[in-house]
């Protein structure tokens, strides 16, 4: 049990255009969602907690503008990155958190921005 | 911030030996989390520590929680090929609740056949 999927598991795109990550919680029903980004050889790094039907709490110079998040259900989250530039490029992993606390990690998805 | 320093950040020795790898911090945490993590793949947990001075052992692994909660550690005995990976400590921001986590740089262990 306790299994996080993301869609896609990588995308390129051109940069100035928009790309929408889905993270879903297959087997169990997450009270939080959250959503880290890890660049090459480095650790993750929290980017915002989303709850399910308000708004994500983003984490200092995190821009809430540029880093879409919805989470419509107890199963999906969204992270929608707009008007992607090249440093935007990386591999952004969900997790999504059963009332125990306990974090599920998804298998990330790599984002490369031309 | 609640910063975890990660040591070694490389490590790479023979099948056979043994290692041990340290988690580091100023703060005090109510619980830390060992995760390994593949390339291009999500961080596996291993474990939860969260008694000071808990050791808990999963096969070779052994992981244990600072007296202060302050710092862990990550022993293997007989390291094996496919104990090869990112290493991964981490810790809730704050001390309840379903909090973000907040991790430490790694250790990058290569273990050599």
């Known amino acids: 049990g306790a299994v996080v999927s993301q869609h896609p598991s990588w995308v390129i795109c051109k940069s100035g255009t928009s790309v929408k990550i889905e993270c879903r919680s297959l087997d169990f029903q997450a009270t939080t969602m959250f959503w880290y980004r890890q660049f090459p050889k480095q650790s993750l790094m929290l980017m915002a907690t989303s709850n399910e039907g308000s708004k994500a709490t983003y984490e200092q110079g995190v821009e809430k503008d540029k880093f879409l998040i919805n989470h419509a259900s107890l199963t999906l989250s969204t992270l929608t990155v707009t008007s992607a530039h090249p440093e935007d490029s990386s591999f952004y992993i969900c997790?999504?958190?059963?009332?125990?606390?306990?974090?599920?990690f998804g298998p990330g998805t790599r984002l490369t921005v031309l | 911030t609640q910063l975890l320093e990660q040591s070694p950040q490389f490590l790479s020795i023979q099948e056979g030996e043994n290692l041990t790898v340290y988690c580091n911090s100023s703060s005090v945490f109510s619980s830390l989390q060992w995760y390994r993590q593949e390339p291009g793949e999500g961080p596996v947990l291993l474990v939860t520590v969260v008694t000071g001075g808990e050791v808990k052992k999963l096969k070779r692994l052994t992981f244990q929680f600072g007296d202060a909660r302050k710092d862990s550690s990550l022993h293997i005995t007989a390291a094996q090929p496919g104990d090869t990976g990112l290493y991964l400590c981490a810790g809730p921001y704050s001390g309840g609740g379903a909090d973000g986590l907040t991790f430490g740089k790694g250790t990058h262990l290569i273990i050599q056949p």
């Open positions: 997790s999504a958190a059963r009332t125990s606390n306990t974090q599920y």
